[in-house]
C-alpha cells in the first residue's frame, strides 16, 4: 500500500493484515516492547480542519512510538487556509515531511494531496470516509467476538455519513453482513449502495427488524462535523434508531454495543447503554492508536 485514503481502496488481505498488525503492537505495547522504530527519523505531517480528540492523539504518539515526530498543522494557520492550492502545499510537503495525516470535508483533496505530494498520506477523515476508525473497530470485534466472518453488524443512525460508508466497504471486502438502519427521508443509503455495487450491506428501515438477533450494534452520531446547519431539520427524524435498552434486548445476548466516539447521550445512544458498554467502547478508542501504528508502519515499509 502505497497510501490509506479509504477502505474502498483496501484488498481483503490488506486489511486482515493491518487488523493483525494492530493486535501485535498491541501486545508489545502491554509489554513495555518500544523496540519498533519503524518511523525513525522521521517527521510526519497532520493537517486537520476539523475537530478531533481520538485521532490527533492517537496518532502524535503512535508517531512518536514508532520512533518519529509529529508536525501539527491547521489549516488556519498554512496559506492553505488563505487559498494556496492542496496540490501546491502537497509539493512543498513533500519535498520535506516523510508522511501526511489529512481531515478535511473533501475526499477528492485527500486524494489529490496524496497524488502531488507523492508521500504516504493518510485518510484521518472526510466527508467520504473514515478509514482509520474501522481498522480500530475491526481489531476490537476480533478481540471480543474472535472473528467477523459469521457475525451480523447493524449500523444504526445516519447510514450515509463518513464511517456508514466505510463499513459498507468494510462489508463487501471481507464478506459480513451489514444492515444499515437510519431514516430513509434524512439518509437514504440506497444511491450508496447501488454505486458501490453492494452485496453484503443491506439497508432495513424498520430498527426493531434490523437489530434482531445482531452481533454487534454501532452508531454515531446524527450530525456529523460541518452539518450543524442541518441539525434542526433532522431532530426528531432518528428517535427510533437510538440504541437503547429496547433495542439491545432484541439483539444478540452476547451483542457488542459500538461507537465510534463523540457520543451524545440520549440522542443515538440511551447513558444506560453507553455505561453497560463503555469497556467496549473505550477500547475502540485505544484501539485507534494500535490500528493507526499498524498504517503508518505498512505504508513505510511499502513505500
Ligand atoms: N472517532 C474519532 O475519529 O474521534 P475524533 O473525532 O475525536 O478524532
Ligand atoms: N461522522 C462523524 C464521525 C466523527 C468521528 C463526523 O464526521 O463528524
Wanted: hydrophobic share 40%; aromatic share 8%; proline share 3%.
Amino acid at each position: 500500500m502505497k497510501n490509506f485514503l479509504s477502505i474502498e481502496s483496501c484488498t481483503k488481505e490488506s486489511l486482515v493484515s493491518l487488523v493483525n498488525s494492530a493486535e501485535l503492537l498491541k501486545e508489545a505495547r502491554v509489554c513495555g516492547d518500544f523496540s519498533d522504530n519503524s518511523l525513525k527519523n522521521q517527521c510526519w505531517g497532520i493537517i486537520f480542519s476539523k475537530a478531533s480528540t481520538r485521532t490527533r492523539v492517537s496518532f502524535e504518539v503512535g508517531i512518536r512510538e514508532l520512533g518519529g515526530s509529529a508536525l501539527f498543522l491547521s489549516p488556519k494557520d498554512l496559506q492553505l487556509g488563505r487559498g494556496e492550492p492542496i496540490k501546491d502545499t502537497a509539493r512543498v510537503m513533500g519535498r520535506m515531511l516523510h508522511g501526511a495525516i489529512i481531515r478535511n470535508d473533501s475526499q477528492v483533496e485527500v486524494e489529490s494531496f496524496a497524488e502531488f505530494s507523492k508521500i504516504p498520506t493518510i485518510n484521518a477523515l472526510t466527508d467520504m470516509e473514515h478509514p482509520c476508525q474501522i481498522i480500530a473497530d475491526l481489531l476490537t470485534i476480533k478481540e471480543i467476538q474472535g472473528t467477523w466472518d459469521d457475525k451480523k453488524i447493524v449500523f444504526l443512525g445516519d447510514v450515509n455519513c463518513n464511517v456508514a460508508h466505510s463499513w459498507v466497504w468494510a462489508a463487501e471486502r471481507l464478506g459480513f453482513e451489514l444492515i444499515l438502519t437510519g431514516p430513509s427521508e434524512i439518509c437514504n443509503p440506497l444511491e450508496y449502495l447501488k454505486k458501490v455495487g453492494s452485496t453484503k450491506a443491506h439497508y432495513v428501515d424498520n430498527p426493531i427488524e434490523a437489530v434482531s438477533g445482531a452481533n454487534v450494534l454501532y452508531t454515531d452520531v446524527w450530525v456529523s462535523m460541518g452539518m450543524e446547519d442541518q441539525a434542526s431539520e433532522r431532530d426528531g427524524h432518528f428517535n427510533a434508531y437510538q440504541i437503547n435498552q429496547q433495542l439491545t434486548s432484541i439483539a444478540d445476548s452476547d451483542v457488542m454495543v459500538m461507537h465510534c466516539l463523540p457520543a451524545y447521550r440520549e440522542k443515538e445512544i440511551s447513558e444506560t447503554v453507553f455505561e453497560e458498554n463503555a469497556e467496549t467502547i473505550f477500547s475502540q478508542a485505544e484501539n485507534r492508536l494500535h490500528a493507526q501504528k499498524a498504517i503508518m508502519k505498512s505504508l513505510v515499509s511499502t513505500n
